[in-house]
């Protein structure tokens, strides 16, 4: 269990890597010095022991357990998609030559494409999660958080980790294979630590406070383009479930409509609807919930289908 904490804390590509969980603490200084606005909330035990909060710690050791054991053999690897967009690619036009791109060129439009096009995917998986029902129910345990802390984001159900580890291997896989047909060999990434830059700067820019109760905002310009703290803390929003889906880049959501800019929303308010707060207290509702909720739904249909089909069995007589 020793080496499983460590694993996290000392991992780049993991959220609360030590680096990570500094510059955000260094990030939130600077908020309440120059904002002078009281850091009581955050210091406070009522935050950090929270029964929310308690129960984010107890699933995040547990869940990682199960992605580990149960989710994880049953990924593809984006290496598999990656031969076979590539193949694809060679049987359908052939072979390709590069002539124009230089090596540097090469590794800076893989490592960019990479983080924009994931990012990309990233969006609308997470709107597809909260727009279609069934997906609904699995994301809602990630909005049952009643407070926001950075285990929060460790916060969600095994079939949401399966949904994303699959975007995951298909995003990465799908573009690598182009680059491997465009470019053979010579493709690389520009990385820190081990991570993907534009990751490790994202990451290191106050990612632990997007799960927080730190309103760290950006300029209203730069939110045009790059997703602050704070708008994901709007997300989480009860008013807000359909604003900020993106991951970093605002782009997408500018696009579609579904942006929300720092300055429209002053007062926060975390959770689900009071009547659904008390199905998410335990550990065992976090795993059980969203199917029972489905069989509900199942049998509400089923009862609803019913009785419309009898009915115009009835006026059709």
């Known amino acids: 269990m020793e080496y499983f904490a460590l694993d996290f804390v000392l991992n780049p590509s993991k959220r609360v890597f030590w680096l990570y969980i500094l510059s955000s603490i260094f990030l939130a200084i600077l908020y309440f010095y120059y904002s002078k606005k009281s850091s009581k909330l955050i210091l406070s035990s009522k935050l950090w022991l929270h029964p929310s909060a308690k129960l984010d710690y107890y699933y995040f050791i547990l869940a990682n357990i199960v992605n580990l054991v149960i989710i994880v053999p049953l990924l593809f690897s984006a290496k598999s998609i990656a031969l076979s967009t590539n193949k694809f690619l060679y049987y359908n036009f052939g072979y390709f030559e590069n002539t124009i791109f230089s090596y540097s060129q090469i590794i800076l439009l893989y490592t960019i494409s990479i983080f924009v096009f994931s990012d990309f995917t990233r969006y609308w998986l997470h709107r597809f999660l909260h727009t279609i029902p069934i997906l609904w129910e699995f994301h809602k345990i990630h909005h049952s958080a009643k407070v926001l802390t950075p285990i929060t984001f460790y916060r969600v159900h095994p079939i949401e980790n399966l ?97 929300t800019l720092s300055k429209d929303v002053k007062i926060l308010k975390f959770g689900i609807r009071k009547n659904q707060m008390s199905e998410y207290l335990t550990i065992k509702d976090l795993y059980l919930r969203p199917f029972i909720n489905l069989i509900k739904k199942g049998k509400f249909y089923e009862k609803l289908k019913n009785t419309f089909t009898s009915k115009f069995n009835i006026y059709k007589s």
């Open 163 to 259: 949904l994303f580890g699959i975007r995951y291997s298909l995003s990465i896989g799908f573009i690598t294979g182009i680059f491997i047909y465009l470019f053979g060999a010579k493709i690389d990434i520009y990385m820190v630590f081990g991570v993907n830059i534009f990751i490790f700067i994202f990451s290191a820019f106050g990612s632990n406070l997007r799960h927080s109760h730190v309103p760290f905002a950006y300029f209203t310009f730069i939110e045009k383009w790059l997703l602050s703290p704070k708008q994901h803390q709007i997300h989480h929003d009860k008013k807000h479930f359909d604003k900020n889906y993106g991951g970093y880049i605002a782009i997408w959501d500018r696009i579609f409509g579904t942006l």
